[in-house]
């Protein structure tokens, strides 16, 4: 038996280390043989022991012969050396089932059934319970109480195949990249239930991805990019072949990345920038190296790509190109700032926002500076924009609980029928300069909004309408942005001078106007972004990366006082 052997050379390695012991060596030696020998071996003794209990356990509920023992040994050394207990967590059955048949088939195993395999994890991981978990209609059986190890190499598979999938579309037939639904490389030698199982499992690590795809526009395409003209700026060693074959591969890469991101696969866009900009690690680990794409090459070399993003003219081109696009997936991801989002998805689109900077420097460690920074302004302003649409969808979420609170309405209307407005508006004008009258009729409009229980998107087209008469006297005016910056800060003051006097009252509403005023000054912000962006002709986020090229550590000032002459 294992583990009287395994016993004997415990007790041997015991005897050892205490005998040192008992020759008065240095302490620090004792120490050395007692966590680098003693321990290690009982750790290993362990595992042993609990893989041969596991196989006492299913011999006696199931009549296991010797040899079918001795098999199952590798499949539970499997089970320890990629999965543990953790508590809060949960795996679907069919996800663990479908790595196991993987396993097998890689080692060229007989797997057993589904149901033997769920006891041998519960053989393997006492106490494991099963949950049903999943919107109604998509609900999977889980195993609560159980991991992935982090060191393990099942972290990697989905992504793997995903991509691979990926990389084999063809993306110039301007098609949606579907999520897979089989495993590459699985034969039929397995019984059908196992293959049923196989695509369950992937149906359910797709199944939250596609319950969240109800909340974006997958419907929206890439806009046409503009054609590559270098003019006067002829660049050595390249011809109109190469400038045609970089026009076609680039368009082609931001297709694919369109896909990735209505399908939430958002991992995989490093890849897809990794594959593109012709990452090569230097001190690559065995499975995260990227494979030189011969197809890529073939059409354009990679020394040809670097004397094109030298080019002043492509640098502006890929930078219009950028913003299009980043545009576009902001509009898929988030395709109204008000309509309520799940929290894991926008807790997902946050993790991915500040994720992004650091993949395309990465992926962009071989190309010349000049271009990364211009990719990184225009990245970062995407970022930027998710994390402030988040906020905001955020922040409208909990205002829209407040504006459907008819008590906290009507203790807002008394708490702010005692605001001193002339006063307010008498501190005001010497910043604001604003037309008194225009004053009047916003307080006016507000009180009357406010004591009509107005919804959230009553209360958004009010905000619209504010924006409308403010600016309408710009329009088409090269002052337009500027009266805009302007707007935006007048609006800014003014509400802080009323919060101030809310304050100094102690008004009981004090922190639902708080919240309100967040939500506002934000949406603002993003409507005068919006109509900036048509004035000038601009998408949203050219115009915040413009901003970005112009001053990276004043970031917004510039946009909001025209001049960077503040200091932050």
Not at 242 to 257: F, G, M, P, V
Request: proline share 4%; with cysteine.
């Amino acid at each position: 038996m294992f583990h009287e052997t395994c016993s004997t050379e415990t007790h041997a390695t015991v005897a050892t280390v205490f005998q040192y012991r008992s020759l008065s060596l240095q302490p620090f030696l004792f120490l050395f043989l007692l966590f680098f020998v003693l321990f290690p071996c009982l750790s290993f003794c362990s595992l042993v022991y609990q893989i041969e209990m596991a196989i006492e356990t299913l011999q006696k509920s199931e009549g296991l012969s010797s040899q079918r023992s001795s098999l199952l040994n590798s499949h539970l050394q499997w089970l320890l050396d990629n999965y543990e207990t953790a508590e809060g967590v949960s795996l679907p059955r069919s996800m663990l089932y479908s790595h196991y048949l993987r396993h097998c088939q890689e080692q060229k195993l007989d797997p057993v059934n589904a149901a033997s395999f769920g006891k041998l994890i519960r053989s393997i991981f006492m106490g494991l319970r099963t949950r049903r978990l999943g919107t109604r209609g998509n609900s999977k059986y889980h195993y609560y109480g159980i991991r992935v190890k982090p060191d393990s190499p099942l972290n990697q598979l989905q992504e793997d195949m995903q991509y691979m999938a990926l990389r084999q579309q063809p993306v110039q037939h301007k098609q949606r990249f579907k999520p897979v639904h089989k495993m590459d490389g699985v034969s039929g030698d397995y019984s059908n239930s196992g293959q049923h199982n196989l695509i369950a499992a992937e149906q359910t690590i797709l199944a939250q991805s596609q319950h969240h795809q109800q909340f974006l526009d997958a419907s929206r395409a890439l806009p046409e990019f503009v054609e590559l003209d270098l003019g006067e700026h002829v660049v050595e060693g390249v011809s109109m072949e190469d400038i045609k074959a970089l026009q076609t591969l680039y368009r082609e890469h931001c297709e694919a990345i369109l896909d990735v991101v209505v399908n939430l696969q958002f991992s995989l866009i490093e890849k897809l920038w990794q594959t593109f900009w012709r990452y090569s690690p230097s001190n690559s680990v065995e499975g995260t190296t990227i494979t030189q794409n011969s197809e890529i090459e073939s059409r354009l070399p990679q020394t040809r790509l670097l004397l094109l993003c030298r080019s002043e003219a492509v640098l502006k081109w890929m930078s219009a190109c950028d913003h299009l696009m980043y545009q576009a997936l902001v509009e898929i991801l988030i395709p109204d700032v008000l309509r309520p989002i799940p929290s894991a998805l926008t807790q997902a689109i946050r993790n991915f926002a500040k994720s992004l900077e650091g993949w395309l420097t990465n992926a962009m460690s071989a190309i010349p500076q000049k271009m990364i920074q211009t990719k990184v302004s225009a990245v970062s302003a995407f970022a930027q924009t998710l994390r402030r649409y988040t906020s905001l969808n955020h922040l409208a979420q909990a205002a829209r609980a407040v504006l459907q609170n008819t008590s906290q309405i009507n203790q807002m209307l008394s708490d702010l029928n005692r605001v001193d407005f002339a006063n307010v508006q008498e501190q005001a004008s010497w910043v604001c300069q604003c037309e008194e009258g225009m004053v009047q009729r916003l307080e006016q409009d507000f009180k009357a909004t406010l004591q009509q229980q107005s919804s959230l998107e009553q209360w958004a087209a009010w905000l619209d309408n504010v924006v409308c008469q403010v600016l309408k006297p710009y329009e088409a005016q090269p002052t337009f942005p500027k009266a805009a910056r302007q707007f935006l800060l007048k609006w800014s003051f003014y509400s802080s001078m009323v919060i101030r006097d809310l304050t100094l009252r102690s008004a009981a509403s004090f922190g639902s106007f708080h919240l309100i005023r967040l939500l506002y000054d934000e949406y603002m912000f993003y409507l005068v972004e919006h109509r900036v962006a048509q004035a000038t002709g601009e998408t949203p986020i050219g115009v915040m990366g413009e901003v970005r090229i112009r001053t990276s550590p004043l970031k917004y000032c510039d946009f909001i006082y025209g001049k960077a002459t503040v200091t932050m």
